[in-house]
């Protein structure tokens, strides 16, 4: 038998609304939740962002370790830039963003690897961007989404760099101080790069100590590990309360602000709905596109809770309910 399976009975699902999906997969015979998005909480509808960009087609994704970069640089637009790390370096393959206000840079995440040049790449892109702009420098902020390893692991080329204006850790006293958290995880606050504001959202559930940013110009909400087409893990019994009021706050964010993408650290799904790929695969052929429209919160939100007190290891269209302490960190169906 399967390891997934419905939270609660199917009749109550249906009650309220929520499309019950069968799936067939190379593992048997599978029962997949869905959650009916004309449930979903009204979202504010978004406006024309100030600065719009643009996706890449596809990431690097481990396929060709020959001729991919080790990290792919996408300019969503002249002041923000998306590193995605390869699969051929890293079975995280993680994302990092750096956002350009006039007075300061923001780099959220370091990577999962110490040995690929990161901040090279960023002094690289600063250039770049100091020369298109005809400026002569710029403050450089780094920061983390959370601590986990595969967000930190180049910290060393940043921390103690003059180049470095300011270094910020990654523990709760660090993290709080700098955004100006005075309540968290309840605050939520703003930093300004520079004719650029981010609102600051505490975001625990999946780490303890965790941030998302919203950026007004762009009106992408970068929500980290929290939110992600791929497996949402949650730690611990205690978290997934957390992880469930970070969703909620989440979604009463975006439906007061608008929000045009919603962009987490990494992919985890493939483009066929119900299909993630397993844990440290490093190979991730046709995968789901890195953003997500809005309206992935309130079904992420309403699928957790839907499944009460008690969680389900579940597959989703898109994406993954992971309580990693009942099926651990490898299960995949
Ligand atoms: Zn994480
Ligand atoms: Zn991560």
Request: with cysteine; charged share 20%.
């Amino acid at each position: 038998m399967t390891a997934r399976r419905l939270a609660v009975p199917a009749a109550f699902l249906v009650l309220l609304g929520v499309l019950v999906v069968r799936t067939v997969d190379a593992g048997g015979f599978g029962l997949g939740l869905r959650v009916d998005r004309a449930t979903t909480t009204a979202l504010r509808k978004a406006a024309p962002p100030k600065s719009p960009g643009s996706w890449p087609v596809s990431w690097i994704s481990g396929t060709d370790c020959h001729n991919d970069p080790p990290m792919q640089v996408h300019a969503y637009n002249e002041d923000t830039y998306v590193i995605r790390q390869s699969k051929c370096a890293t079975y995280e393959a993680p994302f990092l963003y750096l956002l350009f206000g006039e007075d300061k840079v923001l780099l959220m995440d370091t990577g999962a690897t110490g040995v690929l040049p990161v901040k090279a790449l960023v002094d690289e892109i600063i250039a770049n961007w100091l020369a298109a702009k005809g400026q002569a420098d710029i403050d450089l902020i780094v920061a983390h989404t959370h601590g986990h390893f595969d967000h930190v692991q180049a910290d060393n080329q940043f921390a103690g760099s003059p180049d470095v204006t300011r270094f910020v850790g990654t523990n709760l006293a660090e993290v709080t101080s700098f955004w100006g958290l005075t309540n968290y995880p309840e605050d939520i606050v703003t930093y300004d790069l520079g004719g650029r504001v981010v609102d600051v959202l505490a975001t625990p559930g999946h780490h303890p100590v965790s941030v998302s940013l919203y950026d007004r110009d762009t009106q992408i909400l970068w929500t980290g590990d929290i939110v992600y087409p791929g497996h949402l893990f949650v730690f611990s019994a205690s978290e997934w309360f957390d992880f469930r009021d970070s969703l909620q706050r989440l979604v009463d964010f975006a439906a007061a602000n608008p929000v045009q993408w919603v962009v987490g650290c990494h992919i985890e799904m493939s483009a066929t709905p119900f299909e993630p790929y397993a844990y440290t695969t490093t190979v991730h052929p046709d995968e789901h596109l890195l953003q997500f429209r809005p309206e992935i919160l309130s079904d992420i939100l309403e699928a957790s809770l839907d499944m009460g007190n008690e969680p389900a290891c579940t597959i989703f269209d898109e994406f993954v309910i992971h309580p990693v302490y009942l099926c651990g960190i490898t299960w995949n169906g």
